[in-house]
T-cell receptor, first 112, second 115 residues
Framework: TQLLEQSPQFLSIQEGENLTVYCNSSSVFSSLQWYRQEPGEGPVLLVTVVTGGEVKKLKRLTFQFGDARKDSSLHITAAQPGDTGLYLCAGVTTDSWGKLQFGAGTQVVVTP | DAGVIQSPRHEVTEMGQEVTLRCKPISGHNSLFWYRQTMMRGLELLIYFNNNVPIDDSGMPEDRFSAKMPNASFSTLKIQPSEPRDSAVYFC?????????????FGEGSRLTVL
């Protein structure tokens, strides 16, 4: 079983629509990160959240860390084809110093 | 600036052969991670090092896998003997600090196919 469960596994939407990706766990995290990966490349960091309830915005992307630091969400407003990619959440639990583990990812496809 | 450099980018080998994957982390980074990515299992952490010392190797599948970091600028992941189920993309990543919030910088991966 995965430490971090992401949903949905796959999301296909039209340009201009909104979408939300979820990342859930029963474990508490000292920090949680979101990465985006494109074909043939390694993941690239989008954001790090460390405080329960924290909300961070990166242009049209909004990231939220749950109050209990067990879950997170990524919301994209007015999606564009350039947002297409594999979105991965990754976290370090409070009892595993520095060990970053990833969820399985959500494949997002935005069509023009 | 040079990022994380992995070699080879692609490797095709036959079952039973030894495979060695190489990684050069970003200069000054003191944590290094090896991950394996497949469609079925996603990104799995195999092992990570801090200051060249292995901290957690609980993700290494079995004794056929071994990893070393002889110095701060080089690491290897070796599979001996290789099996078809080892086919995957292997990523190396480095981090500037040993803390919990630092960004991981990934290489472009080594795609391994074992026939």
């Amino acid at each position: 079983t995965q430490l971090l469960e992401q949903s949905p596994q796959f999301l296909s939407i039209q340009e201009g629509e909104n979408l939300t990706v979820y990342c859930n766990s029963s474990s508490v995290f000292s920090s949680l990160q979101w990465y985006r990966q494109e074909p043939g490349e390694g993941p690239v960091l989008l954001v790090t959240v460390v405080t329960g309830g924290e909300v961070k915005k990166l242009k049209r992307l909004t990231f939220q860390f749950g109050d209990a630091r067990k879950d997170s969400s990524l919301h994209i407003t007015a999606a564009q084809p350039g947002d297409t990619g594999l979105y991965l959440c990754a976290g370090v639990t409070t009892d595993s110093w520095g060990k970053l583990q990833f969820g399985a990812g959500t494949q997002v496809v935005v069509t023009p | 600036d040079a990022g994380v450099i992995q070699s080879p980018r692609h490797e095709v080998t036959e079952m039973g052969q030894e495979v060695t994957l190489r990684c050069k982390p970003i200069s000054g980074h003191n944590s290094l991670f090896w991950y394996r990515q497949t469609m079925m299992r996603g990104l799995e952490l195999l092992i990570y090092f801090n200051n060249n010392v292995p901290i957690d190797d609980s993700g290494m599948p079995e004794d056929r896998f071994s990893a070393k970091m002889p110095n701060a600028s080089f690491s290897t992941l070796k599979i001996q003997p290789s099996e078809p189920r080892d086919s995957a993309v292997y990523f190396c990543a480095s981090r500037p600090t040993g803390g919990t919030t630092g960004e991981l910088f990934f290489g472009e991966g080594s795609r391994l196919t074992v026939l």
